[in-house]
């Protein structure tokens, strides 16, 4: 039997990870939209925050910046360096050694090399250059002094060409001959790149013979450009973070590369090349090593390289430049610098991205913006009211009412079902219907019916009052200042759900007053923005009312105000607004004149005082005496109960008692 093994899924994200949680994010992005963030702002901050046991997109950049720092302060530059001075010392003593046990060698000769070695100038590079020449004594001096033209080489080769250290270790002269011909080809086909002279077989052909030098196996010359270009500039930023010291050492000791000036040669017409072909890679940048692991010309370009990548990824993260979407997100690079898990962490986020914008909870708008959609508004009306039942129920013992705008007492009869009727069908008289029509048509009612809407009828009940219920809203900014804008928007959604659902003959008109009132939309309020505008309008709002009341002359009319300022502006004749503070006497006049005319057409008015300011809680005390209202002082975050209360207790007495 074959052995089996186990490990963690790496193929992406977790098969069996829970499916998305859209309600969850619904309730946090409605929650932004209501403070005044647009859809499209709400959405980029979920992403931004995560969700319940998700890491947003500010967790994985902060770990990109963890990491970032981490490579900063665990290293620093100057590895090869290091690594020359080692291998020259020893080279030094063996040769030391070897001067000292050979007693046939010409006692003058045994000086002139002794003065030479015991010479050598401080520099490494000056030192190794010095040495070009010397006649080694011993075999396992000259092999140490081999090897660091030979480290150079590879260090030179690695800083450009990822991975080319290991390849070259022990190589022959012949595999060096090889380098530098891959090299010259490059550079040849770079400039006929550059000239425009070059075709798809070029590269073809290239790969073809120097293939195994690229690992990444680019696809087209724009990819291998796309490839060297980065390494190139990272090694060049890697030179301009050593000290200048290193710098000068690093460069004179260049040329011993191999024992080949041609190898520096070829390498500076890349760097050339590519620098050209690709003027927006950083080439001039550098950063500040501060730990104690050194690292060689290869492995502080591969950080460098490390650190540039993780500067693009900071950036598509940051999601701050125009256009900018989570499929822009490079989630290898994601998972090499942070690991599998990241990778997934941010798959799951592009998925919630696109499954929030493919879903009908946001819809594009005509000018192209994003909108919460009806669905969303009616999601969130629907978790709203079920709030508002929870504190109601919490407050006063009440039940949520499931009576499902039921229409009154049955009278026994029945009628065609016209739309918006919520009356329980009459499924006999329904199916009769159908046999007689399908029987009328020449059709055979045995065969089975099919259900039209014509068919439909329904059992008539005792006609019940129905309501016109004009909402009206502070929308002056102090109610955003002080904390009560969200409440008092989460109150109209739970309202605007109850009316839609339950009481479905009714009619809601929100009706925001700041400066000016004006009738709004349930998605036109859910969206309106915290706006610094001074005056508190009741007059005008009530001249909307009552507009709303007359255009619905066979409902009740229920008046609810929610408010946290006396009023401060009223509309003068010409239309144009008045605000003065304190109030004048001729705006509240204006004011108590429209709220009595509410009163003689029987209107039921609550008021809703936010704040615990004397002077409105007398006033609106002096308002509700005068036509018979009510005045209810909620907590903020209690508003939506206190609404959805008041409205069942006023409009509907009989939902109020399930």
Known sequence: MAEQRYGAYRGGPDPLAPPLDLAEALEALAADVMEGYSPEQALREHLRRGGRGRPGLDDLAGRVQRRRREILERSRLGGTLDEVRRLLEKALLAERGQLARDTDMDATDRTLREMQIENLPSSPAAAVSELAGYDWASADARAHYEQIRDLLGREMLDARFAGMKQALENATAQDRAAVTEMLRDLGDLLEKHARGEDTPEDFARFLQRHGDAFPEHPRDIDELIDVLARRSAAAQRMLRSMTPQQREELMALSAQAFGSPELLAQLDRLDASLQALRPGEDWSGSEDFSGQEGLGLGDGTSALADLAELDRLAEQLSQSYAGSSLSDLDVEAL????????????RTLARLEQALRDSDLLRRGADGSLRLSPAALRRLGRTLLRDAARRLSDRSGRRDAHRAGAAGEQSGATRAWQFGDTEPWDVGRTLTSAITRTAAAGGDPAAGVRLEVAD???????????????LLVDTSYSMAAEGRWVPM???????????????????????????????MDI????????????????????????????RHPGMDPVLLVVTDGEPTAHLLPGGEPL????????????????????GRIGAQVTFFRLGE??????????????????????????LGAAVVGEFLRTGHPDASED
Do not use: S
């Open 613 to 638: 300011d004397p002077g409105l809680a007398r006033f609106l005390a002096a308002m509700a005496r005068r036509v018979g209202g009510t005045v209810v002082a909620p907590d903020p975050e209690d």
């Open 523 to 550: 998605e036109e309020l859910t969206a309106l923005p915290a706006e610094y505008e001074q005056g508190t309008n009741l007059h005008h709002g009530l001249l909307l009312a009552l507009q709303f009341f007359r």
């Open 579 to 598: 605000f003065t503070y304190p109030p004048l006497p001729e705006t509240l006049e204006a004011t108590v004149a429209e709220l009595d005319r509410a």
């Open 456 to 470: 439909v009828e329904v059992r008539e009940t005792e006609a019940r009052t129905r309501a016109a219920v004009a």
């Open 335 to 346: 998972a090499r610098q942070l690991g599998d898990r990241a990778a997934v962490d941010a």
């Open 489 to 519: 928007k989460r109150t109209a959604l739970a309202l605007h759900h109850l009316i839609a659902t339950r009481f479905r003959g009714d009619r809601l008109q929100p009706i925001g007053f700041g400066r000016y009132a004006r009738p």
